[in-house]
C-alpha cells in the first residue's frame, strides 16, 4: 500500500512538473509570437461619403436631382526585420449615382493590389521587387452627358494588369527637425526590366485594350523599363498631399513612349472622423484606343489613344484603424 501511494505520489509530482514544463514552454512560444508579430506594422484607412442635391417641383434655378454614395478601403501591412523590408497594400475605390428616376450607376471603380519586397544595402538604397495588380470589381459602362450607361468598358479581371519587376528602390526615410520626425516621404523606384501582362476576358475588351495582333489570344506581355515616384507631403497641418506616379516604356515595341498613370490625393482632416478629399487621376496607355468624336460630337469611325483624367471631392466619414 505504501509502495501505491509513493508510486501515485510521484506520478503527481512529474505531472505537476510537466504542467509547468508546458506552461513554461508556451510563455516562451508566445513570447517568440509576440516577438515576430513585433517585426509588422499595419495602416487600414476607411472612408464612406455620401452626397444628395434635391430641388422642388416649382424651382426656378437649373439642375437635377442626384445622389452620388461611395467609399475607399487602403489596407496596408509593413514587416521590417534586420534589412528585410515588405510591404502590402490594397486600395479600393467603388461610388455610385442616382440622377433623377434614373437607375443607380457606378461613376468609380478601382481594385489595386501592390507587393513590394526590399533588401536593404544602404541608408537609402535597397534592392527590391515589385508587383502590382489592377483591375475593375464589376461591370463597367461609359456614361454619356445625359448620366446614362452607354459603351462597355470592361469587368472583373477584363482588363487585369500585372506589373512585375525588380531593380533599385531610393527611399527618403523620415527625416527628423528639432527632434520631430516630419511625415515628408520621396520614394523612387526604377526597374529596367519589368514585365507588363495585360489580359482580357471577352472580345470587346480586347478590342479596346490589345493591339490587333493580340486580340486573339486575349494577352500580351510587355518587356521594359518602369520608373515611379511615390510622394507624401506634409502641406500644413491636418493637411496632406500624397502622390504616386508611374512610367513605362516597352522595350519590344515603341521604345521611348511611355505608359503614364499618375494618380494625387490632397486629404484635409476636419477631425477624427470628418475628412475632405481631393483625388485626381491622370492616364495614358497608346494601347487603350477610344472613339473619336468630331467638334459636333459626331462619331468619325475612327479609334486612338487618348489622355484620361478624372477629378472628385469627397466629404466624408473615415476611421482609421
Same mark, same amino acid.
Given at each position: ?22 506552461? +513554461? ?29 434635391? *430641388?422642388?417641383? *416649382? ?19 509593413? *514587416? ?31 481594385? #489595386? ?9 544602404? +541608408? ?5 521587387? /515589385? ?31 500585372? +506589373? ?16 520631430? #520626425? ?34 486573339? +489570344?486575349?494577352?500580351?506581355? #510587355? ?6 515616384? /511615390? ?91
Amino acid at each position: 500500500m505504501r509502495f501505491f501511494f509513493a508510486l501515485l505520489f510521484s506520478l503527481l509530482l512529474n505531472n505537476v512538473y510537466c504542467a509547468a514544463q508546458s506552461n +513554461d514552454g508556451e510563455k516562451a512560444d508566445t513570447a517568440a509570437q509576440e516577438e515576430e508579430k513585433s517585426y509588422w506594422s499595419f495602416e487600414n484607412d476607411a472612408t464612406l461619403y455620401l452626397s444628395q442635391i434635391a *430641388y422642388s417641383e *416649382y424651382w426656378k434655378g437649373s439642375g437635377f436631382n442626384n445622389i452620388t454614395f461611395g467609399g475607399a478601403f487602403d489596407w496596408k501591412a509593413i *514587416y521590417k526585420k534586420d534589412k528585410n523590408n515588405f510591404t502590402y497594400s490594397t486600395n479600393i475605390q467603388y461610388g455610385l449615382m442616382k440622377r433623377d428616376k434614373q437607375e443607380w450607376i457606378k461613376n468609380r471603380d478601382k481594385l #489595386e493590389m501592390t507587393g513590394n519586397y526590399g533588401y536593404k544595402f544602404s +541608408d537609402k538604397m535597397f534592392l527590391s521587387a /515589385v508587383m502590382t495588380t489592377r483591375t475593375f470589381m464589376t461591370e463597367t459602362y461609359k456614361i454619356n452627358k445625359a448620366g446614362m450607361r452607354d459603351a462597355y468598358n470592361g469587368k472583373f479581371a477584363s482588363p487585369l494588369t500585372i +506589373d512585375i519587376g525588380s531593380g533599385l528602390n531610393v527611399k527618403n526615410l523620415l527625416q527628423k527637425k528639432d527632434e520631430e #520626425e516630419t511625415k515628408n516621404k520621396l520614394d523612387i523606384y526604377y526597374t529596367p526590366i519589368n514585365g507588363k501582362i495585360t489580359v482580357v476576358r471577352d472580345s470587346l475588351s480586347a478590342v479596346q485594350y490589345l493591339p490587333e495582333k493580340f486580340r486573339e +489570344d486575349m494577352y500580351r506581355f #510587355e518587356l521594359g523599363s518602369l520608373v515611379k515616384f /511615390v510622394a507624401s507631403f506634409t502641406l500644413m497641418e491636418n493637411i496632406t498631399l500624397q502622390s504616386r506616379a508611374d512610367f513605362f516604356t516597352n522595350h519590344l515595341s515603341n521604345f521611348g513612349n511611355f505608359d503614364v498613370n499618375i494618380e494625387s490625393k490632397i486629404k484635409m482632416k476636419v477631425n477624427n472622423h470628418i475628412t475632405v478629399d481631393i483625388l485626381g487621376n491622370l492616364i495614358y496607355d497608346e494601347d487603350i484606343q477610344f472613339e473619336i468624336f468630331d467638334e459636333n460630337g459626331e462619331a468619325t469611325g475612327r479609334t486612338g489613344p487618348r489622355t484620361q483624367f478624372s477629378e472628385s471631392i469627397n466629404v466624408g466619414l473615415t476611421h482609421s484603424f
